[in-house]
């Protein structure tokens, strides 16, 4: 089966304005919902979005954030999840 791009949604978004690292969370047709941490979105020096790019290794600083809204998160998935 091939990836179909309508089919993949992206349901709750969160960016961290410091580092600009985004955690979501996606689905895929009818799959479960899941977390994707990354890519990571940068801002241009005029103030602009730069292009996505890998999350990469995270930084103390991006640990601290994502556990800051890690509960959040969690929640969210547990309210989008299907029973199985």
Do not use: H
């Amino acid at each position: 089966m091939a990836f179909e791009p309508e089919k993949d949604k992206v349901l709750k978004i969160w960016k961290c304005e410091d580092t600009g690292l985004v955690v979501s969370i996606n689905q895929y047709g009818e799959a479960q919902p899941k977390v994707q941490i990354g890519p990571r979105i940068l801002m241009k020096k005029d103030g602009g979005d730069r292009a996505p790019v890998k999350a990469g290794r995270l930084s103390i600083e991006d640990l601290m954030w994502f556990y800051d809204i890690i509960d959040e998160v969690k929640d969210e998935l547990l309210r989008l999840a299907k029973p199985e």
